[in-house]
Every structure is written in C-alpha cells, then in structure tokens.
C-alpha cells in the first residue's frame, strides 16, 4: 500500500494509521542516511514554513529550523511577545493569514484545542510542536531512536516510562504505541494516574497493532525486562508551581543505575526527551535544591551511563521532524 501524505497535519498520531508512522520512520531513516553521506537534493526549495511558540523550546525549534533549511525552505520563527497571535488577532483570524503566506504552520502552545483550530483554519498542513497533551513530532524520533539502538522490532520492544505519567509525553507515548504495537509501561504514583479517556482510546487504537499499554506502581515488576527506560522532567512547562508536591510523589519513580540494573537487561537503553534535570547546572534545579526539593528525574551517573541515548535521540528529532515536512508538503 502506497503512503501518501502530502497536505496533512500531524497534530497527534492517532490521526495517522500503523503504516503512515512507519512510512514517516522510514523516510526519516533515508534522509538521515542521505545528510550522513552529503549527497543532497533540497525536496522543499520554494516553500515557506512558519514556527508559533507560546512557550519556550532548543530542540523543537532548531529541528524544524535545520531541517527546513536543509531541504531548501525559508522559516520565520514567532513567539508569543512578538505576534499579535491570540492578543490583538483571534486564533482564527491569525491562522487564515498565516496559511496565506506560508505552506504550513508549526505550533507550539497550551491547549490541543488550539493546533486543532489552526489546522481548521489555516488550510494548510499544521504540526503540533508539543501541547499540554501531546508531542507526536517527539515521539518519532524516539521510535527512530530505539530501533536504530534495540536490534528488535518496535513491536517485540517493552519500554517503561516512569514519573509524570499524566503528562503530554506518557499520552503521546501511548498514542505511539497504539500505532506500533510497542508494550508500553507507564509506571508512576497512583495520584498522578493518566486520564481513563486518554488511555481507553489509546488501548482502543492498539488493538490493531496488538499493543500492550500497562498503568502500574511497582517499580520492580514494570522494569523488569525492559529494553528501554524513559523519563521526562516531573513538572511540564507551565507547572512549576506544583514542584514540591510533584517531589514528593515522583522521588520514588527518579531513574538510577539501580533501577536500570533492576531491568535486568545489561543492553537497557535510558531515553529522555529533554531538556532534563540531572543535575545542579541549571538555574531551576539550584533554586528549587536551596528550597528543599531535589527535582532530579534521572541521576547524573544514570544520565551519564553507556545506557543513555539521549543525545542521538536528539539528534533524530531533526531528521524525523525532516520526514514530517517532507512527507506533508511534497
Ligand atoms: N524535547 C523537546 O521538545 O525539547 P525542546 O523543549 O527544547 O523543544
Ligand atoms: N513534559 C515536558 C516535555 C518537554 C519536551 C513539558 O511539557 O515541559
């Protein structure tokens, strides 16, 4: 079956079937293959791309950034002090604008009402650049990442995700998974348990995949196994007043060496969407430490460990955020 993707939006994967995420893996795979050997023909010349960010970003902007430079577009970045987006323009207004000059839009904000709206209006592929409840763009190359370091299938893969399970990575996780039958384990405290909605759609979904989508509190029985542990920051952008309580539930489910030997699986591989917090050199984790509250996800050695791939895994946001724009625009 031939995939075709061109003039969509990529505002969750669970838009996309099994075989339109493959076919964006695959894509990826290719275009990093071809900037690896420098043998290059720019597949987006002529085209203009527009970036919105209501809240802060390095690796989603500079991804779609290289990549579109790359392949021969013209980006113009707009944050949220600088456009009249949502203050002095409605969303809907902005967004029949913005599909006027541009051939697609990447935002970055709050509420997946708002990606949703953007795409209704724009007429022109949006993609969703993280919202409060989801991440898709993220996830690819988590996936690109782990079958590039796990000799396995996605779907023969069972990767663990502890801390914050209720936040736009566990859900974008599990919408992931429903779409390549990964065995998903989000592992965290029982105050923090995903949306049911949320995880009864996403089971729905795998269900053609045959993936396995598991909600637990022990530690010692989710880990075990595992090919792969996955951790995010405890607070997301826009929640840092809950830190304090979000330390005391989350300290427990802190990734360590101890907990990636608990897996044991001597090859487990440790991922980290980042930016994350493992140790004192940045401003929050030093002012939230003088307070009391240790709000490292992962420890330093854990982070540091031959187990972690975090860095290519950064690395693969580029060239599958590329996939995304190419497959959608050309
Ligand atoms: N992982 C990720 O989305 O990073 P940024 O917040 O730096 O874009
Ligand atoms: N959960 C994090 C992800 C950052 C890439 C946040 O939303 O801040």
Redesign the pocket.
Known sequence: MTVNLKGRSLLTLMDFSPAEVRHLLDLARDLKAKKRQGSYSPLLQGKNIVLLFEKTSTRTRCAFEVAALDEGAHVTFLDSASSQVGKKESLEDSAKVLGRFYDGIEYRGYKQEVVEALARHGGVPVWNG?TDTD?PT?ILADFLTLEEHVAKPLSAMKLVFCGDIR???SYALMYGAAKTGLHLVVLGPKELAPDPAVLAAARAAGQETGAVIEVTDDVAAAVAGADALYT??WA??GEEDQIPERVRLLTPFQVTLGMLQQTGNPAVKFLH?LPAFHDFETKLAREQMALGHDIREVTDEAFRSAHSVVFDQAENRMHTIKAVLVATLV
């Open positions: 993280l991440h993220q936040n736009n990575m995010d920051v997301s952008m969407c």
